[in-house]
């Protein structure tokens, strides 16, 4: 998630929540970004790290050990 998403702090607040309800959840902020940067600017390298570690957690939650 970037920083410069239109629902940051809700996004932010519901993580949280999630997590004190027990839920795994996590939240990666990538400072200086906007909403779907990966998508904007896929050959950079923030956007290239970004869209590994998403594919990095969906396989944990998908397959998991």
Do not use: I, W
């Not at 932010?12 to 779907?36: F, M, R, S």
């Not at 600017?41 to 923030?46: F, L």
Request: glycine share 4%; hydrophobic share 40%; net charge negative.
């Amino acid at each position: 998630m970037a920083d410069g998403e239109p629902f940051y702090a809700e996004t932010l607040a519901y993580v949280k929540n999630l997590q004190e309800a027990g839920v795994d959840a996590k939240v990666d902020v990538y400072p200086g970004n906007v909403h779907a940067f990966d998508m904007l600017q896929p050959r950079k390298e923030e956007s290239k790290a970004a869209r590994k570690r998403l594919c990095e957690e969906f396989e944990r939650f998908m397959f998991p050990l």
